[in-house]
């Protein structure tokens, strides 16, 4: 140790080579650069330092070629207007993140994206079949952009991906295999609005989220007994019981839902349930499962409780801003440790019966 010691202070008291390294050490700290053109990156003499990520600015727009890129880069983030066709080779098999901007819209072949990428995030006008192979299997995250919406056939998407994000405009009906088994985070965007049959999303799914424009019929089988978050961005339609699985642990009822909650139809599994936006039913008691823990109600909702509606399980209760109920003792349960009053609610507490270190939280935003 003390003879390397040595070494490292004869070096670096040489006036020569300690500016030298100075100098390399410098280059080393930028690690995420932006081009605006390939003129200026062609003419950037320290691409060998570039270590981490490249962004091309919002007009960059040429052909790359091999060996443009440096094999030192891991993240590769095109700009808007880039829409160039890839060759193999091009994106250099070092990329493990790879971001096309909003104008990119061209064919892919097999090899033209590197099997290195596990993340691959296509931009807004990206609507180009897929065919098997197109897409690594090497991916685990895709998420495409707004405009995309082709037939998904079995094999398009490969069995890497972990996490498939489905762009606005995606509304093809599903068939056995489109989503493949190694999906586990499955989010539709807002356009999709087709009907599902048992097997369509695969029992691999354990985050599932519709967009606002779903509202669909769901019967049992649907949605896989697999899926323990399940997110509804705007759905209407009255919920049966067995049509929300008894895996799913956490609800979302999103924007429109506006139907009564019969009996079994939250399922007993529920610990975390927020009601939508637009919610605005009376509750009978047994509505809300004993299970639940997390209840939020929506902005909308202004109707009186009685003694039993919310259930004993709750430790966590929520009102939106419309709530203006006045609350007789029973009402809130005494489990319950944090309540939030929404922007609207103006009514006497003294009946409450909760205990002292519970929090009572008036929102006034």
Wanted: charged content about 20%; aromatic content about 12%; glycine content about 8%.
């Amino acid at each position: 140790m003390e003879n390397q010691n040595n070494l490292f202070l004869k070096v670096w008291r040489n006036v020569v080579l300690r500016n030298e390294i100075i100098k390399h050490f410098k280059y080393y700290i930028y690690k995420n650069i932006t081009f605006k053109s390939k003129g200026e990156f062609i003419a950037y003499t320290n691409k060998d330092y570039l270590i981490n990520k490249i962004i091309f600015g919002r007009d960059f727009n040429q052909p790359l070629n091999k060996g443009d890129i440096p094999i030192s880069v891991t993240e590769l983030q095109f700009g808007l207007g880039f829409n160039q066709s890839l060759r193999e080779g091009h994106i250099p098999s070092s990329i493990t993140k790879l971001t096309f901007g909003r104008d990119f819209n061209r064919l892919l072949k097999q090899g033209d994206i590197p099997l290195s990428v596990s993340i691959l995030t296509f931009g807004f006008y990206f609507n180009k079949p897929l065919r098997a192979g197109d897409i690594p299997h090497s991916v685990k995250i895709l998420k495409f952009g707004r405009d995309f919406n082709q037939l998904l056939k079995p094999g398009d998407i490969p069995s890497s991906v972990s996490t498939l994000v489905l762009g606005f405009q995606f509304n093809q009906t599903l068939t056995h295999g489109s989503i493949p088994l190694s999906v586990s985070t499955l989010v539709f965007g807002s356009c999709f609005d087709q009907p599902l049959k048992p097997g369509d999303i695969p029992i691999s799914v354990t985050k599932l989220t519709f967009g606002t424009h779903f509202n669909q019929i769901l019967k049992q089988g649907d949605i896989p007994s697999s899926v323990k978050k399940l997110k509804f961005e705007g759905s209407d339609r009255p919920l049966k019981e067995g049509d929300i699985p008894l895996s799913v642990t956490n609800l979302k009822l999103g924007l429109y839902f506006n139907q009564p909650l019969g009996p079994g139809s939250i399922p007993p599994s529920v610990s975390k349930l927020a009601l939508s936006y637009h919610f605005n039913i009376p509750l009978k008691k047994g509505d809300i499962p004993s299970s639940v823990s997390y209840l939020k109600f929506g902005e909308k909702f202004n109707h009186s409780l009685k003694e039993g509606d919310i259930p004993s399980s709750v430790t966590i209760l929520t009102f939106g801003t419309n709530f203006n109920q006045p609350i007789k003792e029973g009402d809130i349960p005494s489990s319950v440790k944090i309540l939030t009053f929404g922007r609207n609610f103006d009514q006497p507490l003294i009946k409450l019966n909760l205990p002292s270190s519970s929090k009572i939280v008036f929102n006034k935003i």
